[in-house]
């Protein structure tokens, strides 16, 4: 496969736009993944459209909360219709529609002007890397957009910005304490999140010291709370190898190669005992794509 990458120093907007011009004159389409020290992303392009767009940093805030914000569904539908989703392999958008929640039109406008207001974050981004996988997709929505159309709702502060505006601080990058709530709200995001990586069908969030997980999701086929208590002991088996070696460096991950399958490890860096577990087709996954993913999922757990 070939990856097309563009260098850090270049002005603002000029990475950014340049690699997603390219992937929107690709016939194939794929995706745009974008990072910056503080904010990443990624942009999915079909059939020379924007399809979709996902940021996360400080500040972001999916598709389905801007839906709930704006009084159209409540968590219960969203809940109910990404269940669905994951079940029936159908599109978020289509189904929101076709249970009558949301009307076309409606949503239609309303995703727009959210993937518009993403894509412009995206675009400002300074100090920037941006990476075109070419990757042929099937997408089941006629919901995408040319990029003048986002443009066009883009330029105008979005709804949600209000909600990204904070006073500077020392360490704005630091998210402030979340209640449980909120906690096992974030948890469960992040895993929805995961579990949209290419091949992924079963993920979890574990606690290496006793086991236990905090949070799972995926194939009920799969018993992964307890693949994830048993690989507990190859993440503790590996940090006493480490130092009983003397090697003062922490574990960014682990990958198990199976016949059909790949088993990643992500320890949290921020909150040590915690790690995510990941387990991918082998056959339609694309392991450099799973662990980039996987470690900026991980950035966004807040427990």
């Not at 909600?163 to 990058?173: I, K, T, V």
């Amino acid at each position: 496969m070939n990856l097309a990458s563009r260098p850090v120093t270049s002005p603002p907007r000029q990475v950014v736009r340049a690699v997603l011009h390219e992937a929107l004159e690709s016939k194939l389409g794929g995706e745009v993944v974008v990072k910056s020290t503080t904010v990443s992303g990624r942009i999915f392009v079909v059939e020379r459209k924007v399809a979709w767009t996902v940021l996360t940093g400080p500040g972001a805030r999916s598709f389905s909360t801007a839906l709930i914000d704006a009084r159209l569904v409540s968590r219960e539908d969203v809940e109910q219709v990404m269940a669905e989703c994951r079940k029936s392999g159908g599109n978020f958008c289509e189904t929101l529609v076709a249970w009558g929640l949301v009307e076309r039109d409606t949503l239609r406008e309303l995703l727009c002007r959210h993937l518009g207001g993403q894509l412009d974050a995206l675009l400002g981004l300074t100090e920037v890397q941006a990476l075109f996988v070419p990757q042929p997709r099937s997408y089941s929505s006629q919901m995408t957009f040319k990029l003048d159309e986002l443009a066009s709702v883009a330029s105008p502060p979005p709804a949600e910005a209000p909600r990204q505006e904070a006073p500077q601080s020392a360490a704005p990058h630091v998210p402030p304490p979340l209640l449980e709530s909120e906690a096992m709200a974030n948890v469960k995001q992040a895993l929805e999140e995961a579990l949209k990586i290419d091949g992924a069908f079963a993920v979890c969030l574990a606690d290496a010291k006793s086991g236990m997980t905090l949070g799972s999701a995926g194939s009920a086929g799969f018993n992964v709370e307890a693949a994830a208590a048993g690989n507990t002991e190859v993440v503790r088996a590996k940090m006493k190898t480490m130092q009983m070696l003397g090697i003062k460096d922490r574990i960014e991950d682990i990958l198990i190669t199976l016949g059909e399958q790949y088993h990643i490890i992500r320890p949290l860096a921020a909150r040590d005992g915690l790690f995510l577990y990941i387990a991918l087709h082998r056959a339609s996954a694309n392991l450099a794509l799973a662990r980039f993913r996987l470690a900026e999922l991980e950035k966004t757990i807040q427990v």
